[in-house]
């Protein structure tokens, strides 16, 4: 049988570089994540629920997914066990926005949602409906190249369309630098 992990205390570090200096939250943010979190709950979010949004960067099998399936060791991060036990059956779940080749000006057309989707409904509605998520993981852009005007815009409406919803949005960043 696997043995227990031991706990340890966030690291200060990682890779020799300051945590404050790679993970920057000032106050007013973490009160802002607080507020969308508050309105979530008011609405019926569920805090141990999230969801994923992006193209194949976000898919399954790769991205979280292993935290539902094992085999993982979390190693020095051991910490983050609580973290992973708290979200358990989201890590695996690919829901119905996320979509191979998904642009950030496809995922408020209803066109493009599938799945159990209601007729005119958006994939990010569709998906909030469907799985009620506190938090949105956001991995858009590869498919974006050539128009930051519009990315930039679409993006901000979806971060917008989030928040609204009492959903926190967590954007990533793609893997290469265009």
Known sequence: PPTLPVLLPPPSTLNGL???????????????????????QAV??????FSKLGDSIIENPHFLTRFDGGPYNLG????????VDFYAGSFGRQGVAVRRGLHSWSVFDPMYATGGCAPGEH????????NNPSLLFIRLGTNDVGV???????????VEYCITNGV????GTKADRF
């Open 168 to 171: 926190i949005p967590v954007l």
């Open 18 to 40: 300051p945590l404050d200096s790679i993970i920057v939250m000032p106050e007013a943010t973490r009160q802002q994540v607080r507020l969308i979190f508050a309105a979530g």
């Open 148 to 158: 930051p005007e519009s990315f930039a815009r679409n993006l901000r409406q979806l």
């Open 76 to 83: 020095a991060f051991a910490y983050l066990q609580p973290a």
């Open 123 to 130: 994939m990010v509605a569709c998906e909030f409906r469907l």
């Open 44 to 49: 019926g979010r569920n805090p141990r629920a």
